[in-house]
């Protein structure tokens, strides 16, 4: 069973930075581990949808960002150690919200795999 478990969210002044990591461990019903599928992130503010922030692909080697991301965050990953990164830069108060991983296929998605999520709360 694929588990991936979200860490390294918290509180943080504006400006101010963050590294979120995603770690996942077991195997999907083929057999595959995480390390085969896209990697994502994901993030849902209070009282909103949850939005796509960026997304990588199995290799690393493509990378995609939502508008609001582009140029702010890194998204990374580290087949060996089976964890994804999302490093956050220029937080600003928008930028509050659950933070989620997610695995699949493919960059464009769909994800299938989804973590439970880490809190970002970023003061003005």
């Known amino acids: 069973q694929v588990q991936l478990v979200e860490s390294g969210g918290g509180l943080v002044q504006t400006g101010g930075s963050l590294r979120l990591s995603c770690t996942t461990s077991g195997r999907t019903l083929s057999g595959r581990t995480i390390s085969n599928y896209a990697m994502g992130w994901f993030r849902q503010a209070p009282g909103k949808e949850r939005e796509f922030v960026a997304a990588?692909?199995?290799?690393?080697?493509?990378?995609y960002y939502s508008g609001s991301a582009k140029g702010r965050f890194t998204i990374s990953r580290e087949n060996a150690k089976n964890t994804g990164y999302l490093q956050m830069s220029s937080l600003q108060p928008e930028d509050t919200g659950v933070y989620y991983c997610a695995a699949g296929v493919g960059t464009r998605g769909p994800f299938s795999y989804w973590g439970q999520g880490t809190q970002v709360t970023v003061s003005s």
């Open positions: 990588i692909s199995w290799s690393g080697s493509t990378t």
